[in-house]
């Protein structure tokens, strides 16, 4: 059975820092692109930052770039997302997804996690 399981998350202040951790299992974890999504509260789900299946490529939100890093240990099936000089505005729900493209049958198939709350406030 497929199963992401994100953890990490809390309180933390403005200017703060955090380090959520996903771990997969019941899929071949290095075949698959993972990242991480966020949904605060009265918002649309938005993705914050993404790594390729062996790691060679990442992009990020531009609300996000130079603060958060994102990383994924293939051996642990596990992504990171190491979160620095958190805002208010960052406080929302963080989701781990997988995705895989299947060319010839032109389908993307995503996992979710079941999400982890970062509240930043003073």
């Known amino acids: 059975q497929v199963e992401l399981v994100e953890s990490g998350g809390g309180l933390v202040q403005p200017g703060g820092s955090l380090r959520l951790s996903c771990a997969a299992s019941g899929f071949t974890f290095s075949t698959y692109d993972m990242s991480w999504h966020r949904q605060a509260p009265g918002k649309e789900r938005e993705l914050v930052a993404g790594i390729t299946n062996v790691g060679a490529n990442t992009n990020y939100a531009d609300s996000v770039k130079g603060r958060f890093t994102i990383s994924r240990d293939n051996a642990k099936n596990t992504v990171y997302l190491q979160m620095n000089n958190l805002k208010p505005e960052d406080t929302a729900v963080y989701y781990c997804?997988?995705?895989?493209?299947?060319?010839?049958?032109?389908?993307?198939?995503?996992?979710w996690g079941k999400g982890t709350l970062v509240t930043v406030s003073s």
């Open positions: 997804n997988a995705a895989r493209v299947f060319a010839i049958a032109r389908t993307r198939v995503n996992y």
